[in-house]
């Protein structure tokens, strides 16, 4: 065989092997994809600010905030045909800071691996369940060292809210104090299940991280079912006050029942 039929023997050989090469196979779509929690405080409609800023109760008492912390945790997906999504080993600090501190606040925070499809509704816990509040300190977002623990008590405090008011009972301080924990008797643990904006759905897809946009009324601590009154209801750690005033923020007496008019409410969904 001399050179030439020995080049067009080749060139023939690779034209057959490209023509017969399969086709690369497209990349699988993901099967899983994030969701973003993004969290506003409000005090009524006002933006939440610590220390410098004078709000009014429901009842018109004055009052200012010095600390405004609280967990929410145990997050569940609803769908249209009834079944839900139960977002593993999920809990989440939330901490109002002072601007320019620095400091993490938790406002934003992300439900890993959720299944690719379309979700008609959303619940969670504001608390730490009863398993993992009596499994003694933790870490991350359960760490003692965030300040949300009761040493003495061995249990979580699930929110926390201090400040001060001249209608405050102390004459002496002026102080609020507010922490709400405990899952004995009473169990002060709540799940809410805050409705979707008429028409909107999450929707989770591949290669996208929606945004679930998530409001926090302060106010409701003080109204509903229970109205606080500053000159009487100044302090709270546990027992039947800061029941009363979990049912007032979740909408919901019972822990067994969820709460579908409460402290918070979703502005919206950003895909």
Request: aromatic share 10%; hydrophobic share 35%; charged share 15%.
């Amino acid at each position: 065989m001399n050179l030439h039929k020995l080049n067009c023997f080749l060139l023939l050989l690779l034209a057959a092997c490209t023509a017969t090469k399969p086709e690369d196979a497209p990349a699988p779509e993901p099967s899983t994809a994030p969701l973003a929690v993004t969290v506003e405080n409000l005090v009524g409609t006002a933006p939440l600010t610590l220390d410098t800023r004078t709000y009014s109760s429901p009842a018109g008492e004055s009052f200012t905030v010095s600390t405004f912390n609280y967990y929410l945790s145990n997050f569940k997906l609803q769908r249209a045909d009834g079944s839900e999504y139960v977002v593993p080993e999920s809990y989440f600090l939330v901490k109002e800071e002072r601007p320019g501190s620095g400091r993490p606040d938790g406002k934003r925070f992300v439900l890993p691996d959720i299944p690719v499809g379309e979700y008609t509704g959303i619940s969670f816990l504001i608390g730490v369940d009863e398993e993992r509040n009596s499994a003694g300190a933790q870490s991350g977002a359960l760490s003692p060292s965030n300040g949300m623990f009761w040493s003495w008590a061995q249990g979580y405090i699930f929110l926390m809210m201090e400040g001060n008011s001249p209608q405050s009972g102390d004459a002496a301080t002026r102080l609020l104090s507010y922490h709400i924990g405990g899952v004995r008797t009473p169990n002060t643990l709540r799940e809410v299940a805050p409705a979707l904006p008429q028409g909107t759905v999450i929707r989770v897809r591949g290669g996208r991280t929606p945004a679930l946009q998530l409001r926090t009324n302060l106010l409701r601590l003080f109204e509903g079912p229970y109205p606080v009154r500053f000159g009487t209801d100044f302090f709270a750690v546990g027992g039947p006050e800061a029941n009363r005033m979990a049912s007032n923020y979740s909408g919901s007496t019972q822990r067994s029942v969820p709460g579908r008019s409460s402290m918070f409410t979703i502005a919206g969904v950003q895909e």
